[in-house]
């Protein structure tokens, strides 16, 4: 096991799967299998096979007797939410923070198999994302704490930030899990729970610029355990934060080249792609009209794109198509910038919580108020003008919950 774990670790894909062959007929109990299906998911994930690897941590979750719909419905996941709200509403913060310690190796086992499930369902099927949250909060409250499960708390405040606009219980569930990882927490996996609250909790409630040290720390936490997808989206999510907060391009593009030089040496080459399109919005930023065309050809080449589909990466494509988004509203071609705005909405699910929702938001507004005298056709503008309303409407809301990230825009 440990040689197969450090084939892994160094990337010798080949080795791996053959010791993998050897330890899986030598497994003596469900555990080994346990830990031979880990190395299996994070190798998926390397390939940035998410299909794959959700279809692994499904299998295996099977055999440990944690049955998952492969289709769950829009009313499922509401049932879900709302039994999850009352809940909540009826227990204090201390009664989730003091539930008994699980000390069940087989279900602190499943915790991390559903905590790596949760990362790549996110990517490809939102929907089995929401429900394998609800089942971990579940299994929480019915046997206990582990360090294996903090991150459930927020991965449950993900889930009502982005998919129920509902802040404020999100909020607080992330925070009991941020105390529990002061409580109970190991150093190995304790970059889980900050990984959901800094890329999906803390913009709705507090400043982005907050969050940017938390990735470092996160990202330097993945990165001495080993888990080098975690330690690379770290460094992916700090470079569109640090963008969308304003920081001196100049120095955020000497640190998004390290970072890009860092994911390429992790062979993480799906947060190195996502990351690329970042640094290609930032040279346009800085470069003003020098060398805009081959800005414009690298971020229009469809190689990225067709990469994303193959392995149906939706957080790529969303991120991908914000960035298009992005650099044509700063070209002044709306309309273009329009069009992509209506390719984000297609894989929203992808980029769902993150702070890419505002900004993709807002773009189109602003676009759209700009293109809004080139349309003759009043059916056209009243539709843009219904549009901005709508929008206008979410950004009225998000300011509401964070002022300080939001309340320019809406004004």
Known sequence: MIAAESAYL???????EQLLIVTNV??????DKIKIYEIKIQSAIMQHNFVQAVDLCLEILNILGFKYSLRPSKLQIL?????????????????????????NEEIRAAFRIMLRMGSCSYHVNSKIAAMNAFKRLFCILKNGNSPESIQGFSAIGLIFCGAFNDYEIGYRFSQISLKLNEKIGQKNINHFTLFVYYTF??????????????????????????????????????????????????????DIKSYLKTQNKLKQRSAYLITKQFYIICECLAYENNNIKNIISELENNKTKDEFKKTNN??????????????????CDYKKSIEYAKNVKKYQDGIRSTFH????????SLSKC??????????????????????????????????????????
């Open 26 to 31: 030598h497994a003596k109990n469900v555990i």
């Open 357 to 364: 929702i505002v900004i993709t938001n807002f773009l189109e």
């Open 314 to 331: 939706n957080t790529g494509l969303g991120a991908l198509y914000i960035c298009k988004q992005f650099l044509f509203f700063l070209l």
């Open 370 to 411: 700009a293109y809004y005298n080139e349309i003759s056709n009043i059916f056209e503008k009243l539709k843009i003008l219904n549009s901005i309303k709508n929008n206008q409407k979410k950004l009225k809301r998000w300011s509401e919950h964070s002022p300080s990230n939001n309340l320019h825009r809406w004004y």
């Open 79 to 103: 049932y879900y939410y709302l039994k999850t709200k009352f809940i909540f509403n009826k227990r204090s913060e201390s009664y989730f923070l003091n539930l008994p310690i699980n000390e």
């Open 201 to 254: 909790i803390i913009h709705w409630k507090e400043k982005i610029h907050k969050s940017l040290d938390g990735m470092l720390n996160g990202y330097k936490l993945a990165l001495d355990c080993g888990d080098f997808e975690y330690a690379s989206i770290f460094l992916m999510v700090r470079s569109y934060s640090s963008l969308y907060s304003g920081y001196k391009i100049e120095i955020l593009l000497k």
């Open 10 to 16: 160094t990337f010798e894909q080949k080795e791996m």
